[in-house]
């Protein structure tokens, strides 16, 4: 029997010992590069050394050096960041992946690769003559080695395809062992009769042979198939070739530059010639990986052996059916507001020709648009107040309860003969209080929705806004969303029209609070800032907590009949823009770091306009 290749023992601890002999005083330390050791260190040495080599010269300040592992030596130094990349085989990537974040940066372009790029997949071998072990699902009943229940071609790939043939590995063979690393003891074992089969990654066996260690006649492949380009024997598909892939804490400039010295690599160095490959390419399509994971319910996957979709269904048919009968109601009232938007469209657009029919004297043109501005405004103004009107009635009933209630109290007390003269003093002020309050909310409305000229003079900013948020609290208690308010103190004036800009505020944070509709973590709301940005400007800043805005949404979101509301107009935040604008300013929309989404507006301060007329 040749010598067995000794087994590879280096996990984090050896790792460790490795990476700390670096040169004292180095001003970086070396790229380190954790390399899967399936066939043992030394043959580890042999085929990659060369490439890692290939880097420190590239990387002459920083040098590089190779650390081999085995599985678990891998994880160990992903979690503990004692390496900087790791070239590991596709289904380990993968779950170093969903484990630690690891990213691909680069896929191995194996010299024996198939026509589609792939070079990974599983050969199960017997001793040649087993006339008994033809097909895959001849193993049952059988005795099958493989090298570790998290190998990917050793093992996952091979699974995958027993269970198609209809032969589960853990349940229908006779025998399942694992040898552990490395892979070559699985050729040996069946070799001398140990077990009946075993699973090799493939190419394994051919380099085997190559290497003088076994001879390929004394072996067959069980269920052989062929993939064009590819030239060692199959018993399976086959799956992306092996990945370079970064830490999550490995520095972007130095993946980069490693990404661009591998692609550079001139064809025919040695380094490829040792590792039996053609070069680098960039990252493949994992997906099939994923696809067999969750088929097998391994890695990223395992959760799903817990429950099946099968029982899910069976435990929730209701709520299914429930979500089923939401669904074709969402549908149906889908189809029936897209019909409406399409008819207002079209109306929309009818009217608009008409319009540019009729534009043929500019100045009356002019008049007729900013007519029919201040009108939209105004009707605006009475749209929003509209959509709130339960709630400011809410607010309304308040105070007319409380003086119903203090009156009804006085009338008994008086019918009774009991109370005195400083009780029905007490009860007059609250009355009187109570009535100033509900005569504060009527006067807030009707000076919101009085239609007026537009009317520029000095205003205060917190002033508007804390207007606009006590017509929207009755909406806010509501849905039960908390406005914030960061308000800056000693802002400058703006030369503006208070009640346009209450217009602008309001809107801003009914759309936040209908965006936050639904929201029930903790600690989400709505956020109304004021202050000065780098140009001395006025500030406001209205920071929701929502679902946020798609690319699409964002690049719209102030076009005129642009609305990601159902039923909705469009026309909002699309007046709100001509007012900022008409004031001299400029209103944005942009992503809330926490989530969600900000529409903030500057105007001019007071005396900005002044210098500048």
């Known amino acids: 029997m040749p010598p067995t290749p000794r087994p590879l023992r280096l996990t984090l601890a050896l790792a460790a010992t490795i990476l700390a002999v670096a040169p004292a005083g180095a001003a970086e330390p070396p790229i380190r590069v954790g390399v899967l050791a399936y066939r043992g260190g030394d043959h580890a040495n042999a085929v990659w050394e060369p ?15 190779m650390v081999p592992l085995d599985l678990p030596g891998m994880d160990a130094a992903v979690a503990a960041g004692s390496v900087d990349f790791v070239l590991t085989n596709t289904g380990n990537y993968v779950e170093l992946e969903a484990r630690h974040g690891v990213t691909r940066i680069a896929t191995l372009h194996s010299s024996r690769s198939g026509a589609s790029g792939a070079a990974v997949g599983s050969a199960l071998i017997v001793r040649a003559g087993r006339d008994d072990i033809r097909t895959l699902a001849d193993l049952k009943g059988k005795s099958v080695m493989a090298v570790d229940p998290d190998a990917f071609g050793g093992f996952q790939i091979a699974w995958g395809a027993m ?14 062992r694992f040898s552990g690393f490395p892979v070559d003891r699985v050729a ?6 140990e077990v009946d089969a075993g699973v090799l990654r493939a190419c394994v066996l051919e380099e085997l042979a190559e290497e003088g260690r076994l001879d390929r006649a004394g072996f067959q492949v069980v269920g052989a198939r062929t993939e064009p380009g590819f030239g060692c024997a199959l018993s399976t598909g086959l799956y992306p070739d092996w990945p370079l892939a970064r830490l999550a804490n490995t520095p972007e400039d130095l993946a980069k530059a490693v990404v661009v010295a591998l692609f550079q690599m001139p064809d025919g160095h040695p380094a490829a010639l040792a590792g039996g490959y053609e070069g680098w390419t960039v990252p493949m399509d994992y997906q099939p990986v994923h696809g067999l994971f969750r ?3 391994v890695g990223p996957y395992e959760h799903l052996r817990d429950v ?10 209701h709520w299914l059916a429930l979500a089923a009968l939401a669904l074709l109601w969402w549908a149906v009232h889908s189809l029936r507001v897209e019909h409406l938007i399409k008819v207002r469209t079209a109306e929309l657009r009818a009217a608009n020709r008409e319009l540019r029919r009729e534009m043929a004297e500019r100045r009356r043109a002019e008049d007729t648009a900013r007519e029919r501005q201040k009108e939209m405004d105004h009707v605006a103004r009475l749209s929003i107040l509209g959509e709130m009107a339960s709630n400011i009635a809410h607010e309304l009933n308040q105070p007319l309860g409380a003086i119903a209630n203090y009156a009804r109290g006085c009338t008994r007390r008086l019918e009774a003969g009991v109370g005195s003269t400083a009780e029905f003093a007490e009860a007059s002020r609250a009355i009187a209080a109570q009535a100033d309050r509900a005569g504060q909310i009527i006067a807030r409305i009707r000076d919101f929705v009085r239609k007026r000229a537009a009317q520029l003079e000095p205003a205060d900013v917190n002033g508007a806004v804390e207007a606009a948020l006590q017509l929207c609290e009755g909406r806010a208690r509501s849905g039960n969303i908390p406005v914030t308010r960061d308000l800056a103190p000693g802002l400058p004036p ?12 309001l809107n801003l944070v009914k759309n936040a609070l209908d965006a936050m509709d639904g929201e029930t973590e903790g600690g989400r709301g709505v956020t109304v800032h004021t202050g000065l940005d780098a140009e001395g400007r006025v500030e406001i800043a209205v920071a929701d907590r929502g679902h946020g805005l798609s690319e699409d949404a964002r690049a719209r979101l102030f076009d005129p009949f642009f609305t990601t509301k159902p039923g909705g107009m469009g026309l909002g935040l699309s007046i709100c823009r001509t007012i900022v604008e008409s004031h001299g300013g400029h209103l944005w929309a942009t992503d809330h770091p926490g989530g969600g989404t900000v529409v903030r507006f500057v105007l001019p301060a007071a005396e900005e306009k002044v210098d500048a007329g």
Do not use: M, N
């Open 308 to 317: 099946t979709l099968l029982d899910l269904a069976r435990e929730h048919w």
């Open 295 to 297: 088929s097998l319910r």
């Open 51 to 65: 490439t890692v080599r290939y880097l420190a010269d590239r990387f002459p300040q920083r040098g590089a050096e």
């Open 163 to 176: 269970l198609t043939a209809g032969v589960d590995p853990y349940a229908d063979v006779k025998e399942l």
């Open 188 to 193: 040996f074992a069946v070799r001398d009769g």
């Open 494 to 505: 703006v030369l503006a029209d208070r009640v346009q800009i209450e217009q602008v505020v």
